[in-house]
T-cell receptor, first 116, second 114 residues
């Protein structure tokens, strides 16, 4: 079974531009979560999508948005890029069966975004 | 590949020795804890988890210890190998209605010396 894929792997943008990152979850997984990873902050939760609906959201400004399609693929968008948005953006998918047992998240390789 | 974190605490261990990586967590109500391994240029990879009602769990060459009194988690790697070189970080999971929330630690870089 193929793992989580993210495109592009590397991206260079300038301040003020906007960017769209894509994530394809493992087949059959309906939950997709996005994280920002920086050396100083570690992994910070951005948002989670399930069945095309945002189910959970972290503490990021409105410049960060996302969406999920009917095939569970997800995109995240960052508008008006700032230097501090330079980071590794990770996507994780899970089955999300619900109940008391957490569902293991499987991570993609990430998209390295550099803002100049 | 890209470096995960340039300013992480580093643990250097001789090949064949045991490694102990520590993590302090914040939420005493967390339900599960996970250890992840992240190699350069890759996403985090699940190593082992432990439920909050346990204090020890063993896997293949790895053991996780949970001390709820001091909110401390540790990962022990036996007979450390060069392939174990990576960044390791813990995550605490809290179950909320309809979803679950992950909070990640910042990580420790493990360097295995030949």
């Amino acid at each position: 079974k193929a793992g989580v894929t993210q495109t592009p792997r590397y991206l260079i943008k300038t301040r003020g531009q906007q960017v769209t990152l894509s994530c394809s979850p493992i087949s059959g997984h309906r939950s997709v979560s996005w994280y920002q990873q920086t050396p100083g902050q570690g992994l910070q939760f951005l948002f989670e999508y399930f069945s095309e609906t945002q189910r959970n959201k972290g503490n990021f400004p409105g410049r960060f948005s996302g969406r999920q399609f009917s095939n569970s693929r997800s995109e995240m968008n960052v508008s008006t890029l700032e230097l501090g948005d330079s980071a590794l953006y990770l996507c994780a998918s899970s089955l999300s069966r619900g109940g008391r047992q957490y569902n293991e998240q499987f991570f993609g390789p990430g998209t390295r975004l550099t803002v100049l | 590949g890209e470096s995960v974190g340039l300013h992480l605490p580093t643990l250097s261990v001789q090949e064949g020795d045991n490694s102990i990586i520590n993590c302090a967590y914040s939420n005493s109500a967390s339900d599960y804890f996970i250890w992840y391994k992240q190699e350069s240029g890759k996403g985090p990879q699940f190593i082992i988890d432990i439920r909050s009602n346990m204090d020890k769990r063993q896997g293949q060459r790895v053991t996780v210890l949970l001390n709820k009194t001091v909110k401390h988690l540790s990962l022990q790697i036996a007979a450390t190998q060069p392939g174990d070189s990576a960044v390791y970080f813990c995550a605490e999971i809290g179950l909320h209605p309809g979803t679950y929330k992950y909070i990640f630690g910042t990580g420790t870089r493990l360097k295995v010396l030949a």
